[in-house]
């Protein structure tokens, strides 16, 4: 029987490209993390954590929405799979395939980009499913 577990990212929020990280997150089947507090982070100007410019969960509530299922939409056919391939398709162009014959290319340009017949936005992914 072969055991699986879940991997998170660093907290996501702490990071200077929160797009580019959560594209970075399926690419490698990582879940996002987040470092949030329940008040701004002003607040910990004056502590030991003043290095954490941006941790109030009012601010981050609708990115860690738009994370979870950014993340999940990709990773959800992958889950109890192995990556059996990762090949660079094209510059900034990348697929992972499972051992369950699912498909991932992900974007990482800042523009539009194709695989043979696959239109991918940038810094975005489109999922195959092999059923």
């Given at each position: 029987m072969r055991e699986s577990f879940w991997l998170?990212?660093?907290?996501v929020n702490l990071t200077s490209d929160f797009r580019r990280e959560?594209?970075?997150?399926?690419d490698?089947?990582?879940?996002?993390?987040?470092?949030?507090?329940?008040e701004s982070s002003m607040k910990l100007v004056e502590t030991a954590s003043s290095d954490l410019f941006s941790t109030g969960y009012e601010n981050?509530?609708?990115?860690?929405?738009?994370?979870?299922?950014?993340?999940?939409?990709a990773l959800e056919n992958t889950l109890n799979s192995r990556l059996v391939e990762r090949v660079e398709v094209a510059?900034?162009?990348?697929?992972?395939?499972?051992d369950n014959g699912t498909s991932i290319t992900l974007?990482?340009?800042?523009?539009?980009?194709?695989?043979?017949?696959l239109e991918?936005?940038?810094?975005?992914?489109?999922?195959?499913?092999?059923r």
């Open positions: 998170f990212t660093g907290p959560l594209l970075r997150a399926v490698y089947g990582l879940f996002p993390n987040f470092y949030i507090t329940s981050w509530r609708d990115k860690i929405e738009f994370a979870y299922d950014f993340v999940s939409k510059d900034g162009l990348f697929r992972n395939t499972y974007n990482y340009n800042e523009n539009p980009a194709r695989a043979g017949d991918i936005e940038p810094l975005s992914y489109v999922v195959e499913v092999s």
